[in-house]
């Protein structure tokens, strides 16, 4: 079975940092593009950071210069660190995998096959 387990998230001031963990398995995790979004209540689910198999990322206007997305293909484990948190960065975070093959890797939900449960972060 395909799973996607992100972990890492918590409660964290304004300011601070945190970094998330997506751990995938069931699917070939090499062929995959993969992807972080967030969606706080009462918004939609918002692509804030993605790489492609040739490890090009792409990130969100509201994230640039903030988060960045890497990946241990050896562990199949997705990263994304977090710095200088806001409080609008608070939502549930999920982790994507996106069997597809342009450039740049995509950020919008449609292109996503595979979805975590999410993780929650609160910035205060």
């Known amino acids: 079975d395909v799973q996607l387990v992100e972990s890492g998230g918590g409660s964290v001031q304004a300011g601070g940092s945190l970094r998330l963990s997506c751990a995938a398995s069931?699917?070939?995790?090499?062929?995959?593009?993969m992807a972080w979004f967030r969606q706080a209540p009462g918004k939609e689910r918002e692509g804030i950071a993605s790489?492609?198999?040739?490890?090009?990322?792409r990130y969100a206007d509201s994230v640039k210069g903030r988060f960045t997305i890497s990946q241990d293909r050896a562990k199949n484990t997705l990263y994304l660190q977090m710095n200088s948190l806001k409080p609008e960065d608070t939502a549930m975070y999920y982790c994507?995998?996106?069997?597809?093959?342009?450039?740049?890797?995509?950020?919008?939900?449609?292109?996503?096959?595979?979805w975590g449960q999410g993780t929650q972060v609160t910035v205060s």
């Open positions: 994507a995998a996106a069997l597809v093959c342009f450039r740049p890797p995509p950020l919008h939900p449609t292109h996503y096959n595979y």
């Open positions: 790489v492609d198999t040739g490890g090009v990322t």
């Open positions: 069931g699917f070939t995790y090499s062929v995959y593009y």
